[in-house]
């Protein structure tokens, strides 16, 4: 596939709308959603966001949040995420985002897995995904748009809560692999 352009449809505070143009033969046209300004998309290497496992050692729990997402329009569980603000860090938004949507504090972080790609179909968005073992210290202090209640799930409990519960798939995938990864000190 030879690229020919690339071209901006539409423009939102959070999302753009693009236009893809390739040539192989006959020109073909993909649309995709970004969040990145024009000079970052497509980039493979580049960090959107973060999603967090938080794990509470003293109680032997993770910590889920149970939120309204509007384009479902519907609650969804989930693990703790966030978009990287400019000029910071993912180790930073990390802790932001903890901080904000559970009130915890961090005691230990891990990466599990570097940036890599959510939706590849519709979107270049990438999240770089995190264990935390934390405290929760604080209280909430969500935006006005959120709707964010924190669900502590025992870890023997998790494989059942992921059953029974509409939790998104990363959030799963990562809560499984932790509890299985546990005996080997993942954190």
Do not use: W
Not at 33 to 51: I, L
Not at 60 to 68: D, R
Not at 141 to 159: A, G, N
């Amino acid at each position: 596939m030879k690229f020919v352009k690339l071209k901006k449809i539409a423009n939102t505070k959070y999302l753009k709308l693009y236009s893809a143009q390739y040539k192989d033969g006959p020109l073909k046209e993909y649309f995709f959603v970004t969040r990145r300004h024009k000079k970052d998309v497509q980039k493979p290497d580049y960090c959107d966001a973060v999603k967090i496992l938080p794990y509470i050692k003293k109680t032997n729990e993770i910590v889920f949040i149970k939120n309204f997402r509007y384009p479902l329009n519907t609650y969804i569980y989930e693990l703790s995420a966030g978009l990287i603000d400019k000029g910071e860090t993912e180790e930073e938004a990390v802790k932001r985002e903890l901080l904000e949507e559970i009130g915890a504090d961090i005691k230990k972080l891990k990466r599990f897995i570097k940036p890599s790609f959510i939706s590849v179909g519709l979107t270049d968005e990438t999240n770089a995904l995190y264990f935390a073992e934390v405290v929760l210290s604080h209280k909430q202090d969500l935006d006005d748009i959120e709707d964010i209640t924190i669900e502590r799930v025992k870890l023997d409990k998790v494989d059942e809560y992921i059953k029974t519960h509409n939790v998104d798939i990363v959030s799963s995938i990562m809560a499984q692999y932790f509890v299985l990864s546990k005996q080997s000190n993942i954190l």
